[in-house]
C-alpha cells in the first residue's frame, strides 16, 4: 500500500522524497502548509492532517492549517499530527494525537490528547507525572505544551 498524497503537486517542504513516505504508508494532506525536517524520522502509518471543513459556517469551506516537524524528531508509528509544531529533537509516541499545540524541543509526549511524559534535560531523559518532573529539577518542574491560538 502506497501513502495517501492528498493535492500531492501542492506538496512543498515535506523533506523526505515521496518514496519515503511511500515505504511508511504515511497520509500526507497537502492542503495546508507542511514544513517536515529531511532529518526527522517516522514510523508506520501516521497521519499528517493539514486542513478541516468550516463546521461553524460553510461545510463545503476548507480551513487550512500548519504542520511543522522540525530536525532530529521522531514521530513514531500511527501518531496523528494536525495544526501542530513537533520541536527539535521531540518525540512522538506511537498512536499519540497531537492538536493545536507546541511540542518544545527535546520532549517526548504521548496519549490522546498528546501530554509530555518525559524531558530530555542535561543528557537524559527524566519522567513527568502531571506536569511535573520527577526526578527532582524544580528549574523544570511545571512546564506544559505550549497551546497555540
Not at 48 to 76: E, Y
Not at 139 to 147: C, D, I, T, V
Request: proline share 3%; aromatic share 6%; with cysteine.
Amino acid at each position: 500500500m502506497n501513502s495517501i498524497i492528498t493535492k500531492v503537486d501542492e506538496c512543498k517542504n515535506i523533506g523526505h522524497n515521496l518514496s519515503y513516505f511511500n515505504e511508511r504508508e504515511i497520509l500526507l494532506d497537502c492542503r495546508g502548509d507542511l514544513e517536515i525536517s529531511p532529518t526527522s524520522n517516522w514510523g508506520f502509518r501516521c497521519m499528517v492532517l493539514s486542513s478541516t471543513h468550516d463546521i461553524h459556517g460553510n461545510w463545503d469551506r476548507i480551513i487550512r492549517k500548519k504542520v511543522v516537524v522540525k530536525d532530529r524528531a521522531w514521530i513514531c508509528s500511527g501518531a496523528i499530527l494536525y495544526n501542530c509544531v513537533i520541536g527539535e529533537g521531540a518525540i512522538v509516541g506511537v498512536g499519540a494525537v497531537v492538536r493545536n499545540i507546541t511540542v518544545p524541543p527535546y520532549c517526548a509526549v504521548m496519549g490522546n490528547p498528546a501530554q509530555i511524559i518525559e524531558r530530555f534535560i542535561n543528557g537524559k531523559w527524566n519522567r513527568e507525572i502531571n506536569g511535573n518532573n520527577i526526578s527532582g529539577s524544580e528549574s523544570e518542574a511545571g512546564l506544559r505544551l505550549e497551546r497555540e491560538i
